[in-house]
């Protein structure tokens, strides 16, 4: 658990960026069970987020690859960013971190426990995904491939990769194909297998 600030610090001011009306609110209302340790920053016009002190945003599955979303997050602040996101992808979690964010916390989390991400990344610290969601070494294969591999043994059909990922169901196939190739190996389970003892 991270140290929380003196009782006469100052609240952190957080800043959500782009997200819905629902998920601000909720953020919103998790930071008031923190006894004044954090309060939200409206982003006034979407743009700017000059006087927050950490940035909480969600650049997993967007349009624009996640290096470019935090890319363009950088232009509006120059507060540490935090992704708050649902993706548990280990793959997409780290090229957020390589990209410049300053940690990762789920949007299941407990207020207590976004709470002390929060003040860990304004003290200069990264706040890594947690054991059961640590980065893994790719093998040989490309960020996609480590990607589909690692919904491979999620379990997840070729359709349902390719709605993971918003990409058509013919591309995931090329993917398994070049990620088979790579692994010697030519059935599913014998990827899994192969994905699972090296921490997919």
């Not at 002190?53 to 950088?74: F, K």
Request: charged share 25%; net charge negative; glycine share 8%.
């Amino acid at each position: 658990m991270s140290r929380r600030p003196g009782p006469d610090a100052p609240p952190l001011a957080v800043g959500v960026y782009d997200e819905p009306e629902l998920i601000v609110s909720g953020i919103g209302g998790m930071l008031d069970r923190l006894g004044g340790r954090a309060r939200l920053r409206p982003i006034a016009d979407g743009r700017s987020a000059t006087e927050v002190d950490v940035l909480l945003c969600d650049p997993i599955d967007r349009e624009v690859a996640i290096e470019d979303y935090l890319a363009h997050v950088s232009t509006l602040t120059e507060a540490p960013v935090l992704v708050f996101t649902w993706s548990r992808r280990t793959t997409s979690i780290r090229r957020a971190l390589a990209a410049g964010a300053r940690g990762y916390v789920a949007k299941t989390s407990s207020a207590d426990d976004l709470g002390a991400a929060l003040e860990a990344v304004h003290r200069g610290e990264v706040v890594a995904p947690s054991a059961g969601a640590a980065p893994v070494q790719d093998h040989g294969l490309s960020v996609r491939e480590a990607e589909v591999l690692e919904l491979i043994c999620r379990g997840l059909s070729n359709q349902e990769i390719a709605d993971e990922l918003f990409v058509s169901v013919n591309s995931v196939k090329t993917y398994v194909r070049q990620v088979y190739l790579k692994a010697g190996v030519n059935r599913r389970a014998q990827a899994v297998s192969w994905g699972l003892a090296r921490g997919f």
